[in-house]
T-cell receptor
């Protein structure tokens, strides 16, 4: 059964304090790993798609990496506006469905 | 204008009432999805549709039904609402073809069943 586990559940950082969020997954035939950002009461906002181990993508202070078992979302010198819940999802060979993790709630204090 | 819109944005209803949540998209995507989000349970798939004639159940379809009226419109109905259907509901779309598998989400509908 396809499964996604994110850690930690919550992360509190000081502004400028770099860190990483983890997404561990098991999937039959990875067709994509997706990172989303979600602000309270809003829909998830697409950040990155990774397709194969070794792939990396960057956007501003965010960098996503992928191995065969997990993905990391690295946040460099975060700012308070980076505070949000970050969701990871995978798509395997089982049709067109995404399997989501529970999310990591990031809080960045000034 | 937003690519994926949902109406209403907030809804309060009573147990036993029938309600419909609507989703429209201007992205030109064939695939549409309905999810619900509950604290601590993450996003769970209710129904999905790969084209107008294709409707599929997700992991939590009991108590829900859907209608794909057109490529751009996908509605979710609660035939007889119950309190444990109180949640945040999201519609999403994806290309599914050469555009990739990325799903794009609407702003959500917050539903409270009393």
């Amino acid at each position: 059964e396809d499964q996604v586990t994110q850690s930690p559940e919550a992360l509190r950082l000081q502004e400028g304090e770099s860190s990483s969020l983890n997404c561990s997954y098991t999937v039959s035939g990875l067709r994509g790993l997706f990172w989303y950002r979600q602000d309270p009461g809003k829909g998830p906002e697409f950040l990155f798609t990774l397709y194969s181990a070794g792939e990396e993508k960057e956007k501003e202070r965010l960098k996503a990496t992928l191995t065969k078992k997990e993905s990391f979302l690295h946040i460099t010198a975060p700012k308070p506006e980076d505070s949000a819940t970050y969701l990871c999802a995978v798509k395997g060979n089982q049709g067109g469905k995404l399997i989501f993790g529970q999310g990591t709630e990031l809080s960045v204090k000034p | 204008d937003a690519d994926v819109t949902q109406t209403p944005r907030n809804r309060i209803t009573k147990t036993g009432k029938r309600i419909m949540l609507e989703c429209s998209q201007t992205k030109g995507h064939d695939r549409m999805y309905w999810y619900r989000q509950d604290p601590g349970l993450g996003l769970r798939l209710i129904y999905y549709s790969f084209d107008v004639k294709d409707i599929n159940k997700g992991e939590i379809s009991d108590g829900y039904s859907v209608s794909r009226q057109a490529q751009a419109k996908f509605s979710l109905s609660l035939e007889s609402a119950i309190p444990n259907q109180t949640a945040l509901y999201f519609c999403a779309t994806s290309d599914g073809g050469t555009g990739g598998e990325t799903q794009y989400f609407g702003p959500g509908t917050r539903l409270l069943v009393l």
